[in-house]
C-alpha cells in the first residue's frame, strides 16, 4: 500500500519547538522531492517546505524561514520538519507530500503531488 504516514504533532506553548516526521511506505521516498503543506482553521492549503529528492537543495516559504529546518532520510524513506519558535498563527494541519520531480521548483502549486499524507495537528497555544 502506498502511503505517506506524519507524526510529531501535538499542542506546543507559543516558542516551543516540534519535529514533525513522516515515513513513506509502498514506494521509495527517495526518488521524490519531498514537501510540506500545512492547512490553517479557515485557510488554504499552502506550501511550508520543499527538499530536494538528494537533499542538497531546500526551499522555504517566507514566514518560516529561519525558524523551520527540513531534512530527510532517504535510507530510512523517512522525511523531517523540525519547527523552532512557533508561534500561534503555525497552528494548522501538516500534510507531507510527495512532488512527482526531484527538484522543488513549482512545488507549492500542489498539481504536481503524487502522493499525500493525512496529517498532523500542530497547535500552538498558551
Known amino acids: 500500500q502506498l502511503q505517506l504516514v506524519e507524526s510529531g504533532g501535538g499542542l506546543v506553548q507559543p516558542g516551543g519547538s516540534l519535529r514533525l516526521s513522516c515515513t513513506a511506505s509502498?514506494?521509495?521516498?527517495?526518488?521524490?522531492?519531498m514537501s510540506w503543506f500545512r492547512q490553517a482553521p479557515g485557510k488554504e492549503r499552502e506550501g511550508v517546505s520543499c527538499?530536494?529528492?538528494?537533499?542538497?537543495?531546500?526551499n522555504y516559504t517566507d514566514p518560516v524561514k529561519g525558524r523551520f529546518t527540513i531534512s530527510r532520510d532517504n535510507a530510512e524513506n523517512t522525511l523531517y520538519l523540525q519547527m523552532t519558535s512557533l508561534k500561534p498563527e503555525n497552528t494548522a494541519v501538516y500534510y507531507c507530500?510527495?512532488?512527482?520531480?526531484?527538484?522543488?521548483?513549482?512545488?507549492?502549486?500542489?498539481?504536481?503531488?503524487?502522493?499525500w499524507g493525512k496529517g498532523t495537528l500542530v497547535t500552538v497555544s498558551s
Open positions: 527538499i530536494g529528492s538528494s537533499g542538497r537543495s531546500t
Open positions: 507530500a510527495a512532488w512527482r520531480y526531484s527538484t522543488c521548483s513549482g512545488y507549492a502549486s500542489g498539481t504536481g503531488i503524487d502522493f
Open positions: 509502498g514506494f521509495t521516498l527517495g526518488y521524490y522531492a
